[in-house]
């Protein structure tokens, strides 16, 4: 199992913290170094950076490690600026720039800063334009014409070696269709056994269908992991998160079950990080919904131990 962190800035946090936590999860010896891409948490004001120009920092902060953008919304940009920024940025990483890209959602945010957020139909019928515009502006010469976008045959240059296209989300048709169709990885929030199932079969016929290879798709989970490091210090942590939740230590412990999330002690967690395996994900990105300031790299380290098994 491939680990990741994934942060969420717009909560909180400076460049030069993310760029510190970046560096840390290289040391670390992790897989990859992920970030969402939002300008602000719902309508709520913070110190939030932009993703895609902290990665060119970030590139020239690590040796790696790869650099995700979990995930860029085509509302905040048209795709050959989407196209542009990942090859320069596929560049200046010597091939580490993972590009993640959604339909956008957050009301909020784009009502906040008069942003346009078409509705859901609209989205996804640009969702799917703009990842046969990027896949056209990365494979080069064969152009692409759409409904929303156009891309003449040309070669757009410079061509990336490699830069892997994600593509998530909690769809159970078009989004995993679409991510067979165009994706190198497939990625989604912790979930249900059925549920994942259910997605996966869709991505994989939609991969045959198009003359790709499913295996070769990488499938992730985001979300949290709860450990500690005996059973004891473990309902404790259940007992305290359940309560903010409105939730009791049993109730609780049941809803991080039936979503597969990572939990109890250290040999518990990996435990399941195996199970998860050989349900076919590939991937696990620890996901922080706290500012950046707030991560304790103590703590987060010590999860990472216990998913490593």
């Known amino acids: 199992m491939e680990l990741g962190l994934m942060v969420e800035p717009q909560i909180g946090g ?7 936590l970046a560096q840390w999860a290289e040391d670390q010896g992790l897989d990859a170094f992920a970030r969402s891409d939002h300008y602000l948490d719902h309508e709520r004001s913070a110190p939030a950076t932009d993703a895609l120009t902290t990665f060119g920092g970030l590139s020239e902060a690590t040796t790696s490690i790869q650099l995700v953008v979990l995930v860029t919304p085509l509302t905040f940009r048209h795709p050959a600026v989407i196209a542009k920024t990942a090859a320069t940025l596929d560049e200046m990483s010597n091939g580490r720039f993972a590009l993640g890209i959604g339909t956008g959602w957050m009301q909020g945010e ?10 859901l139909g609209e989205r996804f019928d640009r969702f799917g334009e703009a990842l046969a515009y990027v896949r056209a502006a990365f494979d080069g010469g064969t152009g692409f014409s759409g409904s929303h976008y156009h891309l003449d ?9 490699h830069v892997p296209i994600i593509v998530g989300g909690s769809g159970m048709k078009k989004t995993p269709t679409l991510a067979g169709r165009y994706a190198n990885e497939y990625n989604m929030f912790v979930t249900d056994r059925d549920t994942l199932e259910q997605r996966l079969e869709v991505m994989r016929e939609a991969a045959s269908g198009h003359g790709r290879d499913p295996d070769d798709v990488l499938v992730s ?3 949290p992991a709860v450990v500690a490091p005996t059973s004891e210090a473990y309902e404790a942590t259940l007992t305290e998160r359940g309560a903010r939740r409105d939730m009791s230590a049993a ?3 049941a809803f991080l079950a ?7 002690t250290p040999d518990e967690a990996a435990a399941i990080v195996a199970d998860l395996t050989s349900m076919g994900v590939g991937r696990f990105y620890l996901q922080l919904f706290t500012a950046l300031d707030e991560v304790d790299t103590t703590e987060i380290g010590a999860v990472f131990t216990a998913l490593r098994g």
């Open 258 to 264: 039936e979503r597969n999330v990572p939990r109890g």
């Open 153 to 161: 045959p040309i070669e757009v240059l410079p061509r990336p070696r």
């Open 251 to 253: 109730e609780y412990e």
């Open 14 to 20: 400076t460049y030069d913290r993310l760029r510190e």
């Open 110 to 119: 784009h009502d906040a800063l008069g942003i346009e957020l078409p509705p």
């Open 221 to 223: 989970f985001a979300g």
